[in-house]
């Protein structure tokens, strides 16, 4: 069963913006919360926004928190984070997983596939 995809990643300033895209099968968008997480250099992977398996429930870390939006598009098995006003703290390798629901995302268990390679972004002036 192969990973989620992750694309979108880059280089933006401080305040920009970004749109990350995961791509998915149709089995994990039908059933599956999707999950956002992302590692900086010398840190663990951490929990940055999730979505339940029908869009009607999400939650986001603290500090993501009105500035990060996370949806999913079942047509197109895709699941999407905007995220603007970049900071240079949100540098970091994002990736994307899929739990049975967002609690399960949040406290990093019950993942429903291995880790893909990530998408890299780099706030910098």
């Known amino acids: 069963q192969l990973p989620l995809v992750e694309s979108g990643g880059g280089l933006v300033q401080p305040g920009g913006s970004l749109r990350l895209s995961c791509a998915a099968s149709?089995?994990?968008?039908?059933?599956?919360?999707i999950g956002w997480f992302r590692q900086a250099p010398g840190k663990e992977r951490e929990f940055v926004a999730g979505?339940?398996?029908?869009?009607?429930?999400?939650r986001y870390s603290d500090s993501v928190q009105g500035r990060f939006t996370v949806s999913r598009d079942k047509e197109k098995n895709m699941s999407y984070l905007q995220m603007s006003n970049l900071q240079p703290e949100d540098t970091a390798v994002y990736y994307c997983?899929?739990?049975?629901?967002?609690?399960?995302?949040?406290?990093?268990?019950?993942?429903?596939?291995?880790w893909g390679q990530g998408t890299q972004v780099t706030v910098s002036s």
């Open positions: 997983n899929a739990a049975t629901n967002t609690d399960n995302l949040a406290a990093g268990r019950g993942f429903a596939r291995s």
């Open positions: 149709t089995f994990i968008l039908d059933y599956y919360a």
């Open positions: 979505i339940s398996w029908n869009g009607g429930n999400s």
